[in-house]
């Protein structure tokens, strides 16, 4: 299921790339609207939280992988990923660990310790993460951007009153 979810994700992210040039293209081209910084942190903030979704559907997906390559067939022990990422370790391996939360697949030496599969684990993880950060602190100051217009359009309604005994 989540390998299908990971080719998903792959087949996706094309089109989030494309989509994000051609809005970026159209913002540095002229004739944009007067209030194109205010839907420009929405749909970035937005853009970010589909990139750390889909960064993270393929992490999913690659742990899967890693794990059903470990768990079948003829080669599968030790896990091919392990064999792959140090084959000077390979009679040293007694097992693996799969996490998807985060995501990771770790190999498991004789002596109890360990080493990553992949250094892409460590690298998808950051990136979603700071996709994901990133993602929330502009959609919290698009929120105070929308908070500060609407406090500064109530103050241009009110009425100037005059203070008492000034003159």
Not at 43 to 59: E, K, N, Q
Not at 95 to 108: E, N
Request: hydrophobic share 50%; aromatic share 4%; glycine share 8%.
């Amino acid at each position: 299921m989540l390998a299908l979810l990971a080719i998903a994700a792959l087949l996706a992210a094309p089109t989030w790339v494309i989509v994000v040039v051609v809005k970026l293209l159209t913002v540095a081209l002229p004739g944009r609207r007067p209030d194109w910084g205010i839907q420009l942190l929405r749909w970035g903030a937005g853009m970010l939280a589909v990139a750390a979704v889909l960064l993270l559907a393929m992490a999913l997906g690659a742990v899967e992988m890693a794990e059903h390559e470990s768990e079948s067939g003829s080669g599968s022990s030790p896990a091919p990923a392990c064999r792959d990422a140090a084959p000077h370790l390979v009679g040293d391996l007694v097992g693996h660990r799969a996490s998807y939360l985060p995501p990771a697949f770790d190999c498991v030496l004789d002596d109890g310790t360990t080493y990553p599969s992949s250094e892409s684990y460590a690298w998808l993880n950051g990136l979603v993460v700071t996709c994901a950060a990133t993602s929330a602190l502009l959609a919290v100051g698009g929120r105070l951007h929308h908070l500060s217009v609407g406090r500064a359009a109530r103050s241009a309604k009110m009425p100037a009153t005059r203070m008492r005994g000034t003159q």
